[in-house]
């Protein structure tokens, strides 16, 4: 039976938690519920670390659980109605001056980007955030490349129809390569 090697697994935590945080954070937008994401996942990847094949391959097995953990969070009923800190905004004029805020820009498209279905969503942020091959981002979300792309044409096409809606005006603060797919 294979050994469990807990300073092996340390190193891979020191070394990419942030970015593992990072993608948890664009699937869940919440920072403690990312927390707790990769918590989760990370303790699914030191379970299975001693079965690993690969043990450079950590990441994208860590990527993996993170996604299907996420997207079966998303499933459950009771996912459906969390807690806000933000008040919605009464005036359509309040929100229109702070449309020029470039904090009330981002927060935009980062409502834009959580108002997709989780696999869409999901996709993009791996593909275009995470900047994966639509070959990783299809082993990331355990489906098929092909899968990938129709998760990702569906996402971006919302993602335009949103952009659409409001001129295009918010195009510059989407990643590059998403700017350039959304056109």
Same mark, same amino acid.
């Given at each position: 039976?294979?050994?469990?090697?807990?300073?092996?697994?340390?190193?891979?935590?020191a070394?990419?938690?942030?970015?593992?945080?990072?993608?948890a954070?664009?699937m869940?937008?919440?920072?403690q519920l990312?927390q707790d994401?990769?918590?989760?996942a990370?303790?699914r990847?030191?379970v299975?670390?001693?079965?690993?094949?690969? @043990?450079?391959?950590a990441e994208?097995?860590?990527?993996?659980?993170?996604?299907?953990?996420a997207?079966?969070?998303?499933?459950?009923?009771?996912?459906?109605?969390?807690p806000?800190?933000?008040?919605?905004?009464?005036?359509?004029?309040?929100?229109?001056?702070?449309?020029?805020d470039d904090?009330a820009?981002?927060e935009?498209?980062?409502?834009?980007?959580?108002?997709?279905? @989780?696999?869409?969503r999901?996709?993009?942020?791996l593909r275009?955030?995470?900047d994966?091959?639509?070959?990783?981002?299809?082993?990331?979300?355990?489906?098929a490349v092909?899968?990938?792309k129709?998760?990702?044409?569906?996402?971006?096409?919302?993602?335009?129809?949103?952009?659409d809606?409001?001129?295009?005006?918010?195009?510059?603060?989407?990643?590059?390569?998403?700017?350039?797919v959304?056109?």
């Open positions: 039976m294979p050994r469990r090697d807990p300073a092996a697994f340390a190193e891979f935590v070394a990419r938690s942030a970015a593992l945080h990072r993608s954070y664009l869940v937008g919440e920072r990312a994401l990769l918590q989760e990370l303790t990847t030191y299975a670390w001693p079965t690993l094949r690969d @043990p450079s391959k994208a097995y860590t990527r993996k659980v993170i996604t299907t953990t997207i079966s969070w998303y499933r459950r009923k009771s996912w459906q109605e969390r806000s800190d933000a008040i919605p905004e009464v005036s359509t004029e309040a929100r229109a001056d702070a449309m020029a904090v820009r981002r935009w498209v980062w409502t834009a980007l959580q108002a997709l279905p @989780p696999r869409q999901a996709a993009i942020v275009y955030y995470e994966l091959t639509e070959a990783q981002t299809a082993a990331a979300l355990g489906c092909g899968t990938v129709s998760q990702v044409h569906a996402g971006l096409a919302s993602l335009r129809k949103t952009l809606a409001h001129g295009g005006e918010h195009l510059e603060l989407l990643p590059r390569d998403l700017m350039v959304t056109r």
